[in-house]
């Protein structure tokens, strides 16, 4: 019995390695994902205002943010994937069981997260100091149809369920279709005040970056899953036709006293009493 047991987790491996292999459409051998920011969605959904973050929100616990009245700004984020294969991951208990990295149990979502799927900052450019959001992990599903994918109109909705330990889940990007993360949902924002431990951001003119499946340079030990043919030495976690086109930025001007109403596109919306989470 003892003997089978690495042979086992070898199978485990194997399996998880074919799991992140993109699904590829009739006889195209060439077909990969691609994932994009969409860039108008972060431009036109976003806002500077005072909110009182319940304990009891997973962000705050995740993020390690002090609780009460807090002056934040929230984004939305989505990444379609625009190129002509799926990207499918499946079930991430599949993943666990390998122990191949790429996913772990969020405890206060109850479900499986991707790990460094998407990075976001919000940089000074005068100083270029980088502030680091709430979020902490992604469950990739298809959420909404990107309608400006190039390809056909009527791809199907594959990916829907994040999974949970005993629960079967089947996270990915279909082709034409965007995971989108709103700005209510826990973990959507940068805290400006300090009140997350890093240093209080003044008012003036910022840059929010963000990053879809960014390069990473391998730790000792670590496996460089998908080398960039463009950047030696880099890696990324997820397959892709263009590495380039990973990140997309907008310019916004924090004001002094945002106040509960708030400055930005979603300025006047309702307080959020209940955070929802990305399932």
Same mark, same amino acid.
């Given at each position: ?84 294969a799926n ?8 993943h ?12 206060c979502?109850?479900?499986?997260h ?17 502030w680091r ?22 791809n199907?909705?594959n ?29 959507q ?36 899953r998908?080398?960039? #043919?463009? $950047? =030696? !030495?880099?890696?990324?976690?997820? %397959?892709?036709? &263009?590495?380039?086109?990973? +990140?997309? /930025?907008?310019?916004?001007?924090? #004001?002094? $006293? =945002? !106040?509960?109403?708030?400055?930005? %596109?979603?300025? &006047?919306?309702?307080?959020? +009493?209940? /955070?929802?989470?990305?399932?």
């Amino acid at each position: 019995m003892k003997k089978r047991i690495p042979v086992f987790l070898a199978i485990l491996c194997a399996i998880a390695a074919v799991l992140a292999v993109p699904k590829k459409s009739g006889g195209d051998t060439t077909a990969l994902p691609d994932l994009i920011v969409d860039q108008a969605a972060l431009r036109q959904h976003w806002i500077v205002r005072d909110e009182n973050l319940k304990a009891s929100f997973c962000s705050v616990q995740e993020g390690e943010v002090t609780p009460g009245l807090r002056t934040l700004l929230r984004f939305t984020v989505s990444t379609p994937n625009i190129g002509n294969a799926n990207l499918d991951l499946g079930d991430p208990n599949v993943h666990i069981a390998a122990n191949d990295g790429l996913y772990e149990f969020a405890t206060c979502h109850n479900h499986f997260h991707f790990r460094h799927y998407t990075l976001y900052e919000l940089i000074d450019p005068a100083t270029g100091h980088v502030w680091r959001a709430a979020k902490r992990g992604f469950c990739m599903i298809d959420v909404e149809k990107y309608q400006a994918y190039p390809g056909p109109a009527n791809n199907p909705r594959n990916f829907l369920s994040c999974g949970r330990p005993g629960v079967a889940g089947n996270q990915g990007i279909s082709a034409g279709w965007a995971d989108t993360y709103v700005w209510k949902l826990g973990g959507q924002y940068f805290v400006l005040d300090g009140g997350d431990g890093q240093p209080v951001v003044p008012p003036g003119d910022y840059v929010i970056r963000i990053t879809v499946n960014p390069a990473f340079v391998p730790g000792p030990g670590e496996p460089c899953r998908f080398a960039d #043919p463009n $950047h =030696p !030495g880099f890696c990324h976690q997820l %397959p892709e036709s &263009n590495y380039e086109n990973n +990140t997309a /930025e907008i310019t916004l001007t924090i #004001p002094d $006293h =945002p !106040g509960r109403q708030g400055v930005g %596109p979603l300025k &006047n919306e309702p307080d959020i +009493t209940e /955070e929802p989470i990305d399932e």
